[in-house]
């Protein structure tokens, strides 16, 4: 069906929350503006005045007297000074003149006229023409004219508009059709949020079957996810697949502090969607301007307006003329219940944190036009790239490019690969840090902990790398793992094994060398929000059971929780963690105490390579928990 591109938004009932709002004081506002307006003219005159002159001392005057410099000479006996020309001056153009002035001192005044006469100086005309009583009056005029043209028409926009000229303008990028140059062969990792908005195209392309049978596209999808999945990017691909115009804003463009300015630019931008329906209006970071409507602490005027403008607006028009509005947020927790009713945002769609197949898309997305090596393993990338989003892959592509090209190579390899992903989430390498011998051996022995306990650990991840060259993430060291198998649920074994990794750095630290260090700051915070979450999250302690006071009031940023308890299971929740806590880290200590050649051999080996790789310290390993292989086969054929 044929859109009526004629028709506005604006044309149903209650289109205009805060219409009634607008200021009834235009006229004062006008007035005020046109005064400034005023004041800015007399104070550019008085400039371009004043700039006719120069002012100079009499010892300057006279020194260009005596050197014969001077062509012209004015004496203003009223006014109390001398205006003079100088012949550099006078050989310009009369409307680039410039003349000097200085004060008139005081004597016999007619020895210094006939002193210049006698110098053939002419002292008897105008120097610069004075037409500033002529010209203040005009530019008076003039302004005052003007003043009530300015008030005439800025009342009349005020009017109309609610603003003053396009101060109410939307700022939104309008991508016209097929010119995002995004379609869904550019998104991978999100296969169900690409069929969840399929049929929003499919309505667009073909929007007759669905009416008939009386069905209502969606007005609104809420695009969630944490940073880097590709929301802005799913947006644009649905634009390209439909083939329509896409309107881009982001929340934040919405927020003024002028009260009215948030509101009018929403009205602008479904005016002008609605002109060129069918359309998508996507709204990124849409949390900027639909929070949460608190009234705890006051009314924010201008964000309530806003809000309502919107809200009105999506309710206002008719989805059966093509405009999709898709929004984007981080933190979809705080945006206002209004805007997440039926009949507004009506479907949320998920975009999450890809897995090893998504991965795997996305990698292959991002090096279509990049020349590749034979020795390159997509796989083994994305299983190692465990938890990066979509927008870490492409970093990750791009800096393995880049390091190919410092290093004179023509086409990426594995290395480079590898090596960019590293830096990617460590920071590059610090090659000229100085550290002492002391710093070294401990850094090995701390990251060895975490290594030796994770092999022996039955639960805990693979070790993939072990390093010691600093980088500029600001750690000394790193003890890299890589997951055999990507995994959605962790049993309690899992938690206690990773829980005992994190401290086996800081319990190698005691062992060998009978103190601690600050190198185990990072370890330990992680450690703690792990227990504490197995035991106020997870109910996997006794003390609490079933019992879950932690409330997560950013799931996808930064994941931070709270506890909505009593102050008694508050210190009961401490208590069961620190206890955690110190039976992993006797246990980790008592580990490495009973390997200790082990712990030493591979802190040695590490110190000479300064990098190992999961393969080498298994070997190790191995070697340590089967030191006889030949004799354990040459028993085993006996017996046969």
């Known amino acids: 069906m044929e859109p009526n591109r004629n ?29 400034a307006v005023v004041l800015l003219f007399s104070w550019l005159f008085n400039a371009v005045q004043s700039s006719k002159y120069t002012e100079t001392t009499y010892d300057e005057f006279r020194t260009a007297m005596l050197a014969d410099q001077l062509a012209e000479v004015e ?68 302004m005052i004219g003007g003043l009530f043209l300015v008030m005439n028409l800025v009342t009349k926009r005020m009017g109309s508009d609610g603003m003053m000229g396009g101060i109410g303008k939307s700022k939104a990028k309008v991508y016209m059709e097929k010119q995002t140059g995004v379609t869904f062969k550019d998104v991978a990792g999100q296969d169900e949020a690409k069929e969840s908005l399929q049929e929003i195209i499919d309505f667009l392309h073909n929007p007759g079957k669905y009416t008939e049978i009386g069905a209502k596209l969606p007005k609104g999808a809420l695009l969630v996810g944490p940073p880097g999945t590709g929301k802005t990017l799913i947006a644009k691909a649905v634009a390209g697949e439909a083939g329509v115009p896409f309107f881009s804003i982001s929340g934040s463009d919405f927020v003024e502090m002028f009260v009215g300015l948030g509101a009018s630019r929403v009205r602008d931008l479904f005016q002008q969607a609605a002109k060129v329906a069918p359309c998508i209006i996507f709204i990124d970071e849409i949390d900027a301007v639909g929070g949460s409507r608190d009234n705890r602490f006051g009314t924010n005027s201008e964000h309530d307006q806003t809000l309502n403008s919107l809200l009105g607006e999506i309710d206002g028009f008719d989805s059966t003329k093509g405009i999709v509005v898709l929004a984007a947020t981080n933190r979809p927790e705080i945006l206002d219940k209004a805007l997440l009713r039926p009949g507004r945002f009506d479907r949320r769609i998920i975009m999450d944190t890809p897995n090893f197949q998504g991965r795997l898309d996305t990698l292959k997305v991002h090096t279509r036009k990049i020349k590749l090596a034979e020795d390159v393993d997509l796989r083994r990338i994305a299983q190692t790239a465990s938890g990066a989003v979509g927008a870490d892959l492409a970093n990750l ?33 610090k090659k000229n840090t100085v550290r002492t011998e002391t ?14 306990v994770a092999a022996l650990e039955k639960n805990a991840m693979p070790v993939s ?14 003890t890299m793992y890589i997951p055999e198998e990507e995994k959605n649920l962790y049993t309690r074994e899992d938690l206690i094994a990773k829980i005992h990794s994190l401290l086996g750095g800081r319990a190698a630290e005691e062992v060998v060398f009978g103190t601690m260090t600050t190198g185990a700051s990072n370890d330990l ?88 790789t999961g393969e080498e310290l298994m070997a190790y390993v191995h070697a340590a928990q089967n030191p006889h292989p030949e004799v354990e086969e040459t028993e085993a054929e006996t017996e046969e």
């Open 75 to 142: 004496i203003q006996y009223a006014r109390g000074r001398i205006l003079y020309m100088t012949k550099e001056e006078a050989a310009k153009d009369r409307a680039q003149q410039k003349a000097c002035y200085t004060g008139l001192p005081s004597g016999n005044h007619m020895e210094l006229a006939n002193e210049l006469t006698a110098m053939g100086v002419k002292n008897s005309q105008e120097i610069v023409e004075d037409n500033s009583m002529i010209m203040m009056i005009l530019s008076y005029a003039v």
């Open 7 to 35: 028709d506005s938004p604006n044309n149903g009932p209650n289109r205009n929350p805060g219409e009634n709002n607008r200021p009834k004081n235009n006229k004062w506002i006008a007035l005020l503006i046109s005064l």
């Open 397 to 429: 592509v791009n800096e393995a490019a880049l390091r190919a090209v410092r290093k004179g190579r023509k086409m990426v390899t594995q290395e480079d690969l590898l090596a960019a992903f590293e830096t990617v989430m460590m920071g590059s390498e």
């Open 525 to 612: 915070q992680r450690a703690t929000a792990l227990a504490r979450d197995m035991i106020a999250r997870y109910g996997m302690s006794s003390e609490l059971g079933l019992l879950s006071p932690t409330v997560v009031t950013s799931q996808y940023l930064d994941g931070q929780s709270s506890l909505d308890c009593s102050q008694e299971t508050a210190a009961t929740v401490d208590k069961a963690a620190r206890s955690l806590l110190e039976t992993c880290y006797a246990e980790d200590k008592q580990v490495l105490t009973e390997n200790r050649a082990l712990l030493d051999e591979i802190s040695e080996f590490l110190l000479t390579k300064e990098t190992i």
């Open 439 to 452: 710093e070294r051996r401990m850094t090995a022995y701390h990251e060895v902990g975490h290594a030796l």
């Open 465 to 478: 790398k072990i390093t010691i060259i600093p980088r500029t993430g600001g750690s000394l060291g790193a």
